[in-house]
């Protein structure tokens, strides 16, 4: 069956995140220390990490994006937020890779970066 864009919307275009881990909150909360330095939200609630994904030996994979391929921080960002996570208890590793699929667009940012932009 093939799907219509309206349909697509809001749809996963990569793997779900580990959200049932226990470790998950707080690498939540870390991710949303980290500051897209052109933009006064965090990465998080601006909808750059797309997946949080915890193994069971607690090895973090964070895949995630950046608002545009020319961001002037593309080369800083994935450290930025290896940094953030690596030292809370009970991570064993960090990885963060950057994608540009699916690219980010504004409908990716949560109700409350919308309203911080001045969206809502």
Not at 87 to 95: C, I, S, Y
Request: net charge negative; hydrophobic share 40%.
């Amino acid at each position: 069956m093939s799907q219509t864009p309206e349909m697509m919307e809001g749809a996963p275009l990569i793997r779900p995140s580990s959200t049932g881990h226990p470790l998950y909150d707080t690498v939540v909360e870390a991710c949303r220390s980290v500051y897209d330095p052109e933009i006064p939200v965090n990465i998080f609630d601006l909808g750059l990490v797309y997946t949080i994904d915890i193994a069971d030996d607690n090895a973090v994979t964070v895949i995630m994006t950046l608002t545009a391929p020319g961001c002037p921080v593309a080369g800083e960002m994935p450290g930025w937020v290896a940094d953030a996570i690596e030292p809370l208890e009970g991570v064993k590793h960090v990885d963060v890779e950057l994608t540009w699929d699916p690219p980010w667009g504004m409908d990716m940012m949560s109700d409350e970066a919308r309203l911080e932009l001045g969206f809502m």
